[in-house]
């Protein structure tokens, strides 16, 4: 299977993303930042949602009519709309687009961040609202006839799309979390389990463990890794960039918060037992910053975090979202000095062991 690679438009400043000038979107950025994902051969862009940020929906309608083959994976927060109005969101821009999308199901982040939408239920159940959500979604992109659901969180009468998704059965759904109810959620209904990086013998185990909780409900899923690359000519090069990133963070955020989520918790305990993990994972933004989302970075030269990235691979994780810290420099770093030789690599892993069956 050929490794995919995922980069991140986003819908927030955060030097990968939207551009704000006095509120407003520099919409050149959005195409030229989107068209730099595409010249360089990424197969994705993420778009991510932040409750006061850019409608992501919107943004990539607008990136995808500015480029030509790039696809979108968005991020979309169940709850915010009813299922009925997002079914048909996602399947005209789907039908749109023909095909370059795929939906990123993101049930819970803090509980202050949901109550400014005006979503105050506790997490647990805002993951069995996700999955009642994707029921109704799935019924409406493939149902013949109209649908009547009576459920805990959702009632519809006759709901029905006079369009169909352009992929079919319907777009692949992401999912990312580590609590019992994430977990539970994505087994169920979901086709990748997005995960931080995290050490190789924990990575491991953790795709068993998915893969068995997936198998229970008679369903395969596939799994995406994000990791932040910090490269250079030389090693020592690499990890002097990283230290100075370290402490450039370390002084504008001073102490590091609490963890918000499960997911943060597990980055910071590997972070609690050491910086380094397997040469190349580095936990030092993890740990300075509390680990708010993606903070896993692996340190080197070119060949070495592509060799690094192909142990993963090689574990089944067969998607990357691969994103730097000084963008658009590093977005053509990643697609110059990594994309080529990762996707070579992994070619040549599949070859290997095809020839070895």
């Not at 994000?226 to 963070?249: F, M, Q, Y």
């Amino acid at each position: 299977m050929p490794a995919r690679i995922i980069g991140m438009i986003g819908t927030q400043q955060e030097g990968v993303a939207v551009h704000l000038i006095q509120g407003k979107i520099s919409r050149e950025w959005v195409r030229d930042f989107t068209r730099l994902h595409e010249q360089w051969n990424y197969d994705s862009v993420l778009v991510g949602y932040y409750a006061s940020a850019a409608e992501g929906f919107a943004i990539a309608l607008y990136a995808a009519d500015h480029t030509e083959r790039i696809q979108f994976l968005i991020a979309h927060r169940p709850g915010s709309v009813a299922p009925a109005l997002a079914a048909r969101q996602v399947v005209t821009f789907d039908q749109l687009t023909q095909g370059r999308m795929s939906l990123h199901i993101i049930a819970g982040t803090s509980d202050k961040d949901q109550a400014s939408e005006g979503d105050f239920l506790p997490k647990d159940d805002r993951y069995r609202r996700a999955g009642e959500y994707l029921d109704v979604m799935r019924w409406i992109w493939t149902s013949d006839g109209p649908l009547n659901h009576h459920g805990e969180f959702y009632r519809v009468e006759g709901a029905f799309s006079d369009i169909k998704p352009y992929q079919q059965p319907y777009p692949s759904l992401f999912f990312g979390g580590s609590s019992g109810g994430a977990l539970e959620m994505g087994a169920k209904h979901c086709d990748v389990f997005a995960i931080f990086g995290e050490p190789l013998a924990e990575t491991r185990e953790r795709v068993r463990d998915f893969r068995s909780r997936a198998a229970a409900f008679g369903r395969r899923v596939g799994f995406n890794m994000s990791l932040r690359p910090i490269i250079a000519d030389t090693e020592g090069a690499a990890w002097d960039k990283a230290n100075k990133l370290l402490a450039d963070v370390e002084g504008k955020t001073g102490a590091a918060p609490q963890p918000t989520n499960a997911s943060a918790e597990r980055l910071l305990g590997y972070a609690a037992r050491g910086d380094v993990h397997d040469e190349r994972l580095w936990m030092g933004i993890a740990r300075a910053t509390g680990a708010p989302g993606n903070t896993s970075c692996l340190v080197g030269t070119p060949e070495q975090v592509s060799a690094a990235v192909l142990e993963y691979y090689r574990l089944g994780i067969h998607s990357f979202l691969l994103r730097g810290f000084e963008n658009p420099s590093d977005t053509v770093a990643i697609g110059r000095e990594l994309i080529p030789r990762i996707k070579a690599g992994a070619l040549e892993i599949d070859r290997l062991a095809e020839a070895a069956e």
